[in-house]
């Protein structure tokens, strides 16, 4: 029996269950969290609003409300859902982010070589060639006389003569240069997510998840406490 208000109890029994779990579920989830983080957290079951609201109709179902009148409550409930539920969605988004409960493994490794190189090829070749040639052809009616080369070219002491001299020079000078720059880049990256199936099982890492999820709405149902009489 009620001492110095009335019992949840008996504010259900006037309003109905589904009427009261609804003054803990009068808050917006898009209010705090984004599309894709309300469907993470749904796809993986890591927050119920209808659960929570449950747990906290269950935890506090015998004791005495905090105020005067079960208006007074339901307004305070309202209220004071949507600040818990301010902080703790984004505690339970993060919470879910820092923990995978299928993986223990996960890690990445970036490599990157860069290789530079400088080539240079430098030539000269130089030919030279030289070529005398000459003839002499002589002949005379007086061979008693002994006559020399240049007199003969000059047409002395001879019936006819024929001679010819040739000289030539070639100098060929050649200069090559090639010079060049390379360059490359090679990157690897190397990512390994998931269990290495070693230090721990499946089992436990779901277990301990679920654990997590059962820890954050013990701490809101805690919080709650002050819309209730603390003696009971």
């Known amino acids: 029996m009620a001492t110095y208000t009335i019992r949840l109890k008996n504010v259900i029994d006037y309003y109905g269950r589904d009427e009261v779990e609804n003054w803990f579920k009068s808050y917006e ?23 929570l609201a449950k747990m906290i109709v269950d935890h506090y179902f015998m004791r005495e409300i905090g105020f005067e009148t079960p208006a007074l409550f339901s307004h305070y409930a309202k209220v004071t859902m949507q600040e818990i ?15 995978d409960p299928l993986s223990n493994v996960d890690y990445t ?3 990157t070589r860069e290789i530079t190189g400088e080539n240079e090829n430098k030539g000269k070749s130089t030919s030279n060639s030289k070529n005398n040639s000459s003839g002499l052809n002589v002949n005379s009616d007086t061979p008693q006389g002994r006559i020399n080369k240049n007199e003969i070219l000059r047409g002395n002491y001879a ?18 240069e090639n010079k060049g720059n390379s360059k490359t880049i090679e ?34 149902i805690e ?10």
């Open 159 to 176: 019936s006819n003569t024929n001679a010819s001299e040739t000289e030539s020079n070639i100098d060929d000078v050649t200069n090559t």
């Open 187 to 220: 990157t690897y990256t190397h990512h390994m997510e998931g269990d290495n199936g070693v230090i721990v099982t499946n089992q436990y890492l779901v277990r301990e998840f679920r654990e997590l999820a059962r820890n954050s709405y013990q701490e809101i």
């Open 85 to 99: 539920m301010e902080k703790h969605l984004l505690l339970i988004y993060s919470k879910f982010l820092e923990y």
């Open 223 to 232: 919080e709650l406490n002050p819309l209730f009489m603390g003696i009971y």
């Open 29 to 51: 989830l898009t209010d705090y969290l984004m599309p894709v983080q309300i469907e993470q957290l749904s796809k993986f079951n890591v927050f119920n609003k209808e659960k």
């Open 109 to 111: 490794e970036t490599y």
